[in-house]
């Protein structure tokens, strides 16, 4: 089949697009707001940018009917910093739950049960049960129009200047221990999965470090 995403002529009983760029990490977010308000919420639309120096990025669609800007956004421009939370599995009913909240007064770790942790760079803490947590500096926004002004897509980009990770998920030969974290990943639809497997592949060519690790293309 082949159809045309502004026409929605596909035909189908779900629009299919969101199914077809998966699995896709999920950025669990926490900000403070310059009140001193904890927000915590999951992003789909979340995603490494690069190395030396990291930057990570979360979208965050306009809420309709008054295209209201997230208020991860609005906290990360003001604070200056954000904090990636890898969700996994086994907090997986949490981050659901962080979703559904989305009362700027609510304090989304406090209502989940949450304990907020000390950032060492940014203001905002992290989740402290999750077990890789990395600070980001704010370093722009983005604003990517939609069909019309209300569904605009407000990308924040963050340097990242910090990395937490919990010693008992690091293996004996000093790397991450990605099966027993089992990190959770957005399916489309109302779908999600975790990394329960995984294979390794080498890279023909010069041997570095650099090469070794994921794919580069020219």
């Not at 199914?19 to 403070?32: A, E, H, M, N």
């Not at 722009?140 to 910090?162: E, Q, S, Y």
């Not at 690091?170 to 089992?182: A, T, V």
Request: hydrophobic residues 35%; contains cysteine; charged residues 20%.
């Amino acid at each position: 089949m082949f159809y045309e995403p502004d026409k929605k002529n596909h035909g189908l009983a779900h629009t299919p697009y969101k199914s077809c760029i998966v699995p896709r990490p999920i950025g669990w977010i926490s900000t403070i707001s310059k009140n001193g308000k904890i927000n915590l919420a999951p992003y789909s639309q979340f995603n490494n940018l690069g190395f030396e120096p990291g930057y990570l990025c979360f979208s965050g669609g306009r809420q309709s009917p008054d295209s209201h800007i997230k208020d991860s956004v609005i906290n990360a421009e003001e604070t200056g910093g954000f904090v990636y939370n890898m969700a996994t599995y086994e907090l997986r009913e949490k981050v659901n739950l962080s979703a559904q909240i989305t009362d700027s007064d609510i304090d989304e770790m406090r209502a989940l049960g949450l304990t907020p942790g000390n950032s060492r760079l940014v203001k905002a803490p992290f989740v402290v049960e999750s077990p890789i947590n990395i600070e980001c500096v704010y370093y722009t926004t983005l604003t990517l129009p939609g069909n019309d002004f209300k569904t605009n897509h407000d990308v924040v980009i963050g340097r990242v200047v910090g990395v937490h990770i919990k010693d008992e998920y690091i293996d004996s030969d000093g790397k991450i221990d990605i099966l027993k974290i089992r990190p959770l990943a957005r399916l489309g639809y109302e779908d999600y999965t975790s990394v329960e497997s995984l294979f390794s592949m080498k890279l023909n060519g010069p041997s570095s470090d650099f090469l070794s690790y994921g794919l580069h293309g020219g």
